[in-house]
């Protein structure tokens, strides 16, 4: 079965205070830290760049432990970038945006050396505090019934009001940005949505 991971997005941090944001998220009960990354400033690691292939060493080398590239500027070299993300120990993961049907991430799927999340963007990439797409989630009951261990991750509009429609959709891995840097007690968010995908999970 695929178990909970809530993945708060630093992008909602103070980036003045990024060390002590990120002890603070973990010991709110974080599972993973969520970074975006942007062509043109640096800022799990989503990248929203036009030539993934270019960081993977960096970001192996800097302890990354997740490396999600998106499908639409890979379509020659998927084969490539993963096999070159998993030899640096990273775990390999595909995005999709908005507009990107979800059968594009199949082959990447059913590959030998497969992607192991795949990132249903339920927002346009570029910021955070946008509003949830809840059609996005057409795509997530789709991935969960082809691959029912699978981990199914959720960016882009998440938090209380939000959550039980990716959970029941059946995605397991939740990014939350500004429902969790914006709460007055991140960690009841956190719980929330861990228990929001525990309790889907056990009734399907
Ligand atoms: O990838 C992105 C934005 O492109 C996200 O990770 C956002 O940072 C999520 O923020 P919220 O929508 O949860 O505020
Ligand atoms: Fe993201």
Same mark, same amino acid.
């Given at each position: 079965m695929a178990t909970a991971k809530i993945a708060p997005s630093m992008l909602s941090s103070d980036f003045a205070n990024l060390a002590s944001e990120a002890h603070r998220m973990l010991n709110f009960g974080a599972d993973w830290l969520h970074m975006d990354i942007m062509d043109g400033a640096y800022l799990d690691c989503h990248l929203m760049v036009t030539n993934p292939l270019d960081y993977v060493e960096p970001f192996g080398k800097a302890g990354a432990s997740g490396f999600t590239f998106h499908v639409e500027v890979s379509k020659d070299n998927w084969k490539e970038l993963v096999r070159n993300i998993k030899s640096k120990g990273m775990r390999p993961g595909v995005a999709l945006k @908005?507009?990107? @049907? $979800? /059968? /594009? $991430?199949y082959p990447l799927l059913e590959d030998e050396i497969p992607v192991e999340l795949v990132l249903v963007m339920t927002v346009e990439p570029g910021f955070g505090g946008q509003k949830f797409m809840p059609e996005m989630m057409d795509k997530v009951r789709t991935l969960r019934k082809k691959y029912p261990s699978l981990d199914i991750e959720v960016d882009g509009g998440l938090g209380p009001s939000t959550i039980g429609m990716a959970a029941t959709a059946g995605a397991n891995c939740i990014v939350a940005g500004s429902s969790v840097f914006g709460a007055a007690e991140p960690d009841q968010v956190i719980s929330l949505l861990r228990k929001s995908v525990d309790d889907a999970s056990q009734a399907s």
């Open positions: @908005p507009g990107t @049907p $979800v /059968e /594009e $991430v």
